[in-house]
């Protein structure tokens, strides 16, 4: 079973599901994972089939970082950014 390093909501698929990184920090996690695998409530992928992010997209989340450091005040709250992009999908 592999089980990826970082806690990062990758991308959401077209079918609706969210693929989420995640890393293990407590014992019992690994227990409850392998519970919801299952009963077919999470799919684990193996790391072959996870893709690699381009360095220009690695390049652009550093840039980003950086300027959101630097203006704070262009942050939205988690409430705020699922809203509008509920809206923008409707």
Known sequence: MVFY???VTLYKLA????TYHIRIKKDYATAVIEELRKNDAVEIV????AFDVPEWQKSEVRKRIEKYKNHTELLIDEDTFFKMLSAEQS
């Open 15 to 18: 079918q609706g599901k969210i």
């Open 5 to 7: 390093k970082n806690i």
């Open 46 to 49: 193996a790391e072959e089939d």
